[in-house]
């Protein structure tokens, strides 16, 4: 079935360092790949979504590119802030409007 | 537009009591989904409507979870019998075509 793998769990960065959180999928259909972000305490919202192959989507200093060849969608930053600590979670669109969630990845920036 | 609404923020019941959680989507989406969040298992799947039908629950505890979805501005989430390991923060999201996902602010439920 489809599914979803982020392989860091979690990530620690001194501020102003670049990041790059992994995301793989797999489908049998063509994908939609979304990156949502949670803040503590509040609900996931959207940050990025992608269906078009090997096109940079970004937000917020944030950026991905969807490659079919590789059924991947990395998030990257190039330089991140105290503000982008937070919960970070791929996702897929399934054919009949469900997503299909990545583990997440805890993101902490330090000063 | 408010956003996906869900009350109440909190709620706190003793062990064996039953609670009801409440989610009225965003109006004119097609799609209201349910999850659990802990810190331990993370987010997951429990059920989902389209069009107010249920579609998918098959992340629902069977024996004491249910969800319905008697019309278009509302679905609740009930729990009978809680236990403590129903302690986590529900999330209501909807979306209009399988898109994008707007989530609610979440019940933090806390059976003590």
């Known amino acids: 079935g489809d599914s979803v793998t982020q392989t860091e769990g979690l990530v620690t960065l001194t501020k102003g360092l670049p990041v790059m959180l992994n995301c793989t999928y797999q489908?049998?259909?063509?994908?939609?790949l979304f990156w949502y972000v949670q803040h503590l305490n509040e609900a996931p919202k959207l940050l990025l979504k992608s269906s078009t192959d090997n096109k940079r989507t970004e937000h917020q200093g944030f950026y991905a590119t969807l490659h079919k060849s590789s059924s991947s969608f990395h998030l990257q930053k190039s330089s991140v802030q105290l503000s982008d600590s937070a919960l970070y979670f791929c996702?897929?669109?399934?054919?009949?409007?469900?997503?299909?969630w990545g583990s997440g990845t805890k993101l902490i920036i330090k000063p | 537009n408010a956003g996906v609404i869900q009350t109440p923020r909190h709620k706190v019941t003793g062990k064996g009591q039953e609670a009801t959680l409440w989610c009225e989507p965003i109006?004119?989406?097609?799609?209201v989904f349910w999850y659990r969040q802990t810190i331990v298992q993370g987010l997951e799947f429990l059920t989902y409507f389209r069009n107010q039908a249920p579609i998918d629950d098959s992340g629902m505890p069977k024996e004491r979870f249910s969800a319905q979805m008697p019309n278009q501005s509302h679905s609740t989430l009930k729990i009978q019998s809680t236990q403590p390991q129903d302690s986590a923060v529900y999330l209501c999201a909807s979306s209009l075509q399988g898109l994008e996902v707007f989530f609610g602010k979440g019940t933090r439920l806390t059976v003590v």
């Open positions: 996702a897929l669109s399934h054919s009949n409007y469900q997503l299909i």
């Open positions: 489908t049998t259909y063509s994908p939609f």
């Open positions: 109006s004119g989406h097609s799609a």
